[in-house]
């Protein structure tokens, strides 16, 4: 026996079987009062325990609705402050959300797209919904047509797509810098989420008209781009052709001119050379007279 909690004496007596296994109740109650109605300090858990001890040993049945309700009785009136408090601070939270939500928005709706209206897409849809002629079986477009639509709203695609992962790192830098505002990272998100949803629409346009066609349609429109591409560098080169022969064509004439200047200038300045050098050599060849006083005469 030893000396429990609030002065109570507690000693191990009896075991029982609970849920299918054993649990040891190694004390017995022997000196329980009540826990009063309103206790100083909030019950706690060996309290609570004790408690429900001590109504077992003197009823010999748990009561747990008269022992919960007389342990813990709710004052509702006092509660329903807190709680008016918290609805009214929700709601206020919900109803700035939402209005903040609807107002970005609003605005991102009326920034300027960060491409501009997709041509081939708009070619495709228009072959597509096309109604054949009265009098007339079967589709209006051929599925070759169609084919080739697609293919083109892919190699389109496959450009502005290029073009946002290029823009996409010189974006970032820039508006963690703060060089940008938000509305233009807002302008590019939305692109991109545009360039998502165009690609998910092609993928499932080239399965409806081929069989798995979608995973390889953006190879072959890949391919096409990059000839494209070095198509326009070509011709780029060859129309600078004319050009660049008529700029080395002068250029070659001034050289030539220049050059020409320059032999004369060494002819001229070979033959000035030489005539100063024959006329110094004639000058020496002469003799110089000089006349003397004679010594007779003296």
């Known amino acids: 026996m030893w000396q429990g909690h609030r002065g109570m004496v507690i000693c191990p007596e009896q075991r029982t079987r609970r849920s299918n296994r054993l649990v040891s109740l190694d004390f017995r109650i022997t000196n329980c009062p009540a826990l009063p109605s309103a206790t100083p300090f909030p019950p706690t858990p060996a309290t609570i325990a004790l408690y429900l001890a001590a109504q077992y040993a003197k009823t010999g ?29 929700s709601g206020a939270l919900m109803t700035f959300s939402t209005i903040y939500r609807k107002r970005k928005a609003a605005e991102s709706q009326n920034l300027a797209p960060w491409f501009g209206p997709n041509l081939q897409r708009n070619v ?14 079967g589709p209006a477009v051929p599925d ?15 450009q502005r797509l290029i073009q946002i992962k ?37 993928v499932t346009e080239a399965n409806a008209l081929a069989p798995n066609w979608g995973p390889t349609i953006f190879q072959s429109a890949h391919e096409i781009a990059s000839n494209t591409k070095l198509r326009e560098s070509l011709a780029e080169v060859e129309a600078q052709t004319e050009s660049e022969k008529q700029w080395w064509e002068k250029r070659r004439g001034q050289i030539q001119t220049a050059f020409i200047q320059e032999l004369d200038h060494e002819a001229t300045a070979a033959a000035a050379d030489k005539t100063t050098k024959g006329s110094s050599a004639v000058s ?3 003799a110089v ?10």
């Open 124 to 137: 495709y849809l228009s072959l597509l919904h096309m109604e054949p002629e009265e009098g007339k079986e």
């Open 289 to 298: 007279l000089v006349d003397t006083p004679s010594k007779g005469k003296n």
């Open 284 to 286: 020496e060849d002469d």
């Open 166 to 202: 290029t823009a996409k790192q010189a974006c970032s830098s820039l508006l963690q810098r703060g060089s940008v505002g938000d509305d233009l990272w807002q302008r590019f998100q939305r692109a991109e989420r545009e360039m998502e949803e165009e690609l998910r629409d092609v």
């Open 144 to 158: 070759s047509v169609l084919k080739a639509a697609l293919l083109r709203r892919a190699v389109e695609d496959i």
């Open 61 to 89: 049945r748990h009561d747990t609705t008269s022992t919960a309700a007389s342990m813990f009785s709710v004052d509702w009136k006092g509660l329903a402050l807190p709680f008016a408090y918290l609805m009214v601070l």
